[in-house]
């Protein structure tokens, strides 16, 4: 049965300010908080305090005495829900240790595990939830060995790219594959549904070839993916009546963030938990949506009250953040959108500086660099809080392109969270892994890591070896030399050799490799050859070895992967076609774009590692001190900073897509990134790009002109 929601009458109004509140609530603001007993949108503007009302609100409801058990609170962000929680804390003065404060994942997860609902989905105890990088590798799993589906797929991304004009070699995009599955989840789109009719044809291979057996895959490892969350969660709702209600029952409150982000799931999952409670408070921006690559319709705010037909509009219009310049600048350009409701934004605050355009950058690399001087100058010479600035860009590889520069410059850094900084990206570390691996084959760390990246090598046999390489008092390295038979050489034969690999590098030469290159290679060799000693003494533990009990346990064709590996190794240290083959690999991963820039001002490849790892070391020290914040536009929402660099706004890039429905959201980005600052804003643009030894010209944003 569902429950019966009575208006509830005993409220308290708040008519001013609360004694420990920060800041003094507006007419509009105090109305949207006292307003109970129909569903509401505060429909507002920019920096009109949205996120402030919504916390208000709730920390409002805890003073009257309303248990958080009973308030379910959605926002967009963990690190919303950490300040939301914080706050209601600090207002309420009550502890919030229960309280249903999170993203619709977190949530999800939440409603899952409680009174171990996850057996409804066919999960066990302690399912894993798994990563983006860790779903993909599932993705890339199911292709393993699959020929056929592998053609298919391939076949596909030569019609794209056939379409795009592009006659670029197709490589398995496995990242669009992962986003195609989610996109069919987002839709609610189950697997046991016909295959509708309206899917493009990435999906609709997705949805026959893939989906039922990666579904089965994650079941089978007990793990989900971030959108399995809430699909599971929505499913149960569907399929148990007695859940559904249960969850209605105890959630008497419901309050949501960004509701003009919704895509198709969120708002289904969002409408049976609501069912027929009128106390919804929904916030959102229209001009704010810039998540339709994720599936957002906008549909939810564009049309509140035709899903609440009892709903209440209230408008938050006075914005508190930015300087009246900014703000001019900002109106001027969303301006140009035609699809919006339109709000008339204005502000009490003083005029400011006007917006700062740099446009004496003639290439991306000296864009970066220079905006990093500015900052670093500016860091030297002012007082500010380097907490407040920001660099916001449009791509997540933008943003990481400022990346060595902070290093190189010592600027207190942090990269976005919700994306890996370039060093920890799996495909980057891998490359770094096996490269230390090249020169430091017994160091277990990267032996282990480079072993589990082969075929049909998981984490069993890796025990067995780490168990046994433990036993037998050798490194893993030495363990799989034993038995496989592939040793390396000894030093007196090395030795012999070295005139025929001076005559190697000299061909190397010939075949115009980079300095890069030849760096790369000597660097390598060197340490390789300072490692005489310690080889030396590996080769005595070698003789010491028993590998009896190991071959037992390992079967052949596990034994031929490592066999393969060993002799890869010793082919890269002896033979230049395999080291071509290792340079064409890190050059795909684009380490080599990264090495390239690195090793010009580092020198050399030991203080290259050292670096690396120290900056990865470093990153955990120092979580607290403050730090300049460098993400994209996107992971900024609902964020401010005093001071905010918005680079590479040249055409391709800022806006990426000139068009349509498309072009309109791009204004929106970039109106979301111009209205993060208080302060002051810093657009900067570059006048060439190079790619291969062309280069071509680049006009600058249309957004500027917009803008003025
Ligand atoms: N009534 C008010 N008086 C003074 N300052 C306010 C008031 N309401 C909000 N603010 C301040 O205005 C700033 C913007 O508020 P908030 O972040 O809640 O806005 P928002 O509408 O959620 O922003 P965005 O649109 O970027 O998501 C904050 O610094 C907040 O403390």
Same mark, same amino acid.
């Given at each position: 049965?569902?429950?019966?929601?009575? !208006? &509830?009458?005993?409220?308290?109004?708040?008519?001013?300010?609360?004694?420990?509140?920060?800041?003094?609530?507006? *007419?509009?603001?105090?109305?949207?908080?006292?307003?109970?007993? +129909?569903?509401?949108?505060?429909?507002?503007?920019?920096?009109?305090?949205?996120?402030?009302?919504?916390?208000?609100?709730?920390? =409002?409801?805890?003073?009257?005495? &309303?248990? $958080?058990?009973?308030?379910?609170?959605?926002?967009?962000?963990?690190?919303?829900?950490? @300040?939301?929680?914080?706050?209601?804390?600090?207002?309420?003065?009550?502890?919030?240790?229960?309280?249903?404060?999170?993203?619709?994942?977190?949530?999800?997860?939440?409603?899952?595990?409680?009174? /171990?609902? %996850?057996?409804?989905?066919?999960?066990?105890?302690?399912? *894993?939830?798994?990563e983006q990088s860790e779903?993909r590798?599932?993705?890339?799993?199911?292709?393993?060995?699959?020929?056929?589906?592998?053609?298919?797929?391939?076949?596909?991304?030569?019609?794209?790219?056939?379409?795009?004009?592009?006659?670029?070699?197709?490589?398995?995009?496995?990242s669009?594959?992962?986003?195609?599955?989610?996109?069919?989840?987002?839709?609610?789109?189950?697997?046991?549904?016909?295959?509708?009719?309206?899917?493009?044809?990435?999906?609709?291979?997705?949805?026959?070839?893939?989906?039922?057996?990666?579904?089965?895959?994650?079941?089978?490892?007990?793990?989900?993916?971030?959108?399995?969350?809430?699909?599971?969660?929505?499913?149960?709702?569907?399929?148990?009546?007695?859940?559904?209600? *249960?969850?209605?029952?105890?959630?008497?409150?419901?309050?949501?963030?960004?509701?003009?982000?919704?895509?198709?799931?969120?708002?289904?999952?969002?409408?049976?938990?609501?069912?027929?409670?009128?106390?919804?408070?929904?916030?959102?921006?229209?001009?704010?949506?810039?998540?339709?690559?994720?599936?957002?319709?906008?549909?939810?705010?564009?049309? %509140?009250?035709?899903?609440?037909?009892?709903?209440?509009?209230?408008?938050?219009?006075?914005?508190?953040? +930015?300087?009246?310049?900014?703000?001019?600048?900002?109106?001027?350009?969303?301006?140009?959108?035609?699809?919006?409701?339109?709000?008339?934004?204005?502000?009490? /605050? #003083?005029?400011?500086?006007?917006?700062?355009?740099?446009?004496?950058?003639?290439?991306?690399?000296?864009?970066?660099?220079? &905006?990093?001087?500015?900052?670093?100058?500016?860091?030297?010479?002012?007082?500010?809080?380097?907490?407040?600035?920001?660099?916001?860009?449009?791509?997540n590889n933008?943003a990481r392109?400022?990346e060595?520069?902070?290093?190189?410059?010592?600027? $207190?850094?942090q990269l976005s969270s919700t994306k890996k900084p370039f060093l920890q990206k799996f495909e980057v570390k891998k490359?770094h892994?096996?490269?230390?691996?090249?020169?430091?084959?017994?160091?277990? @760390?990267?032996?282990?890591?480079?072993?589990?990246?082969?075929?049909?090598?998981?984490?069993?046999?890796?025990? /067995?070896?780490?168990?046994?390489?433990?036993?037998?008092?050798?490194?893993?390295?030495?363990?799989?030399?034993?038995?496989?038979?592939?040793?390396?050489?000894?030093?007196? #034969?090395?030795?012999?050799?070295? $005139?025929?690999?001076?005559?190697?590098?000299?061909?190397?030469? /010939?075949?115009?490799?980079?300095?890069?290159?030849?760096?790369?290679?000597?660097?390598?060799?060197?340490?390789?050859?300072?490692?005489?000693?310690?080889?030396? +003494?590996?080769?005595?533990?070698?003789?010491?070895?028993?590998?009896?009990?190991?071959?037992?346990? &390992?079967?052949?064709?596990?034994?031929?992967?490592?066999?393969?590996?060993?002799?890869?190794?010793?082919?890269?240290?002896?033979?230049?076609?395999? #080291?071509?083959?290792?340079?064409? %690999?890190?050059?795909?991963?684009?380490?080599?774009?990264?090495?390239?820039?690195?090793?010009?001002?580092?020198?050399?490849?030991?203080?290259? =590692?050292?670096?690396?790892?120290?900056s990865l070391?470093?990153k955990?020290?120092?979580?607290?001190?403050?730090?300049?914040?460098v993400m994209t536009?996107?992971a900024?929402?609902?964020?401010?900073?005093?001071?905010?660099?918005?680079?590479?706004?040249?055409?391709?890039?800022? $806006?990426? =897509?000139?068009?349509?429905?498309?072009?309109?959201?791009?204004?929106?980005?970039?109106?979301?990134?111009?209205? !993060?600052?208080?302060?002051?804003?810093?657009?900067?643009? =570059?006048? @060439?790009?190079?790619?291969?030894?062309?280069?071509?010209? *680049?006009?600058?944003?249309?957004?500027?002109?917009?803008?003025?």
């Amino acid at each position: 049965m569902e429950p019966n929601f009575k !208006r &509830i009458s005993h409220h308290k109004e708040i008519e001013q300010q609360e004694d420990n509140d920060k800041v003094k609530l507006n *007419k509009e603001q105090l109305e949207a908080i006292n307003h109970y007993n +129909s569903p509401l949108l505060i429909l507002a503007g920019v920096g009109t305090g949205k996120t402030q009302t919504l916390m208000s609100k709730y920390s =409002h409801l805890l003073k009257q005495g &309303i248990s $958080p058990q009973n308030i379910l609170a959605i926002t967009f962000t963990k690190k919303a829900a950490k @300040e939301m929680k914080l706050r209601a804390q600090e207002l309420s003065g009550k502890p919030l240790d229960y309280s249903w404060v999170g993203t619709f994942h977190a949530q999800s997860a939440r409603m899952l595990r409680r009174d /171990k609902i %996850f057996k409804l989905v066919g999960l066990k105890q302690d399912f *894993k939830i798994l990563e983006q990088s860790e779903s993909r590798d599932y993705i890339v799993r199911l292709f393993r060995g699959q020929k056929n589906l592998k053609r298919l797929f391939l076949t596909y991304f030569q019609e794209a790219l056939k379409e795009k004009k592009s006659y670029k070699k197709p490589t398995m995009n496995y990242s669009e594959i992962q986003m195609t599955l989610d996109n069919l989840k987002e839709r609610c789109i189950e697997i046991e549904d016909d295959m509708p009719n309206n899917l493009t044809k990435l999906e609709q291979l997705v949805f026959m070839n893939i989906y039922e057996d990666y579904q089965k895959l994650l079941k089978k490892e007990n793990s989900v993916d971030f959108r399995d969350l809430l699909f599971y969660m929505y499913q149960i709702f569907r399929k148990f009546p007695d859940i559904l209600v *249960k969850n209605r029952q105890q959630f008497k409150y419901i309050l949501v963030d960004e509701v003009q982000d919704l895509n198709t799931l969120q708002q289904q999952w969002l409408k049976l938990i609501v069912g027929e409670n009128q106390n919804l408070t929904c916030v959102g921006d229209d001009d704010q949506m810039i998540y339709s690559f994720r599936g957002a319709t906008g549909d939810f705010i564009l049309n %509140f009250e035709k899903h609440f037909p009892t709903a209440k509009i209230i408008k938050l219009e006075q914005n508190y953040r +930015s300087t009246k310049n900014i703000l001019m600048c900002a109106n001027n350009l969303i301006r140009h959108n035609k699809n919006r409701k339109g709000k008339v934004l204005w502000t009490d /605050k #003083e005029m400011g500086t006007g917006i700062n355009i740099i446009r004496e950058f003639n290439t991306i690399d000296e864009e970066v660099i220079g &905006i990093c001087n500015q900052i670093s100058k500016r860091i030297q010479t002012e007082e500010i809080d380097l907490n407040q600035i920001a660099i916001l860009s449009r791509m997540n590889n933008q943003a990481r392109r400022f990346e060595n520069q902070l290093i190189l410059q010592d600027i $207190p850094y942090q990269l976005s969270s919700t994306k890996k900084p370039f060093l920890q990206k799996f495909e980057v570390k891998k490359a770094h892994q096996y490269l230390l691996y090249l020169v430091r084959p017994n160091e277990d @760390e990267n032996m282990i890591e480079v072993l589990l990246t082969l075929q049909k090598i998981g984490q069993i046999t890796v025990d /067995k070896l780490i168990e046994e390489a433990k036993n037998q008092n050798a490194s893993i390295h030495s363990i799989c030399e034993k038995l496989t038979g592939v040793i390396q050489v000894l030093d007196e #034969e090395e030795t012999s050799n070295q $005139p025929q690999d001076q005559s190697k590098k000299k061909n190397k030469n /010939k075949r115009g490799n980079s300095t890069t290159l030849e760096n790369l290679e000597q660097e390598i060799r060197q340490e390789y050859d300072n490692n005489r000693s310690i080889r030396k +003494s590996n080769q005595e533990i070698l003789k010491k070895i028993d590998p009896t009990k190991i071959k037992k346990q &390992i079967n052949g064709g596990k034994i031929k992967q490592l066999k393969q590996l060993l002799e890869k190794r010793l082919l890269f240290l002896q033979d230049y076609d395999e #080291e071509q083959m290792y340079h064409n %690999f890190l050059k795909n991963t684009k380490f080599f774009d990264y090495l390239k820039l690195e090793l010009s001002q580092v020198g050399n490849v030991e203080e290259l =590692h050292r670096r690396m790892i120290e900056s990865l070391e470093k990153k955990k020290v120092e979580d607290n001190i403050p730090k300049i914040k460098v993400m994209t536009i996107h992971a900024s929402k609902g964020l401010e900073f005093d001071i905010v660099y918005l680079p590479f706004w040249v055409q391709g890039s800022v $806006p990426i =897509h000139r068009d349509g429905t498309e072009l309109e959201e791009e204004r929106r980005l970039a109106f979301v990134g111009i209205t !993060r600052a208080k302060n002051e804003v810093v657009i900067s643009m =570059h006048n @060439e790009e190079q790619f291969n030894d062309r280069s071509w010209y *680049k006009s600058k944003s249309q957004f500027l002109r917009e803008m003025s």
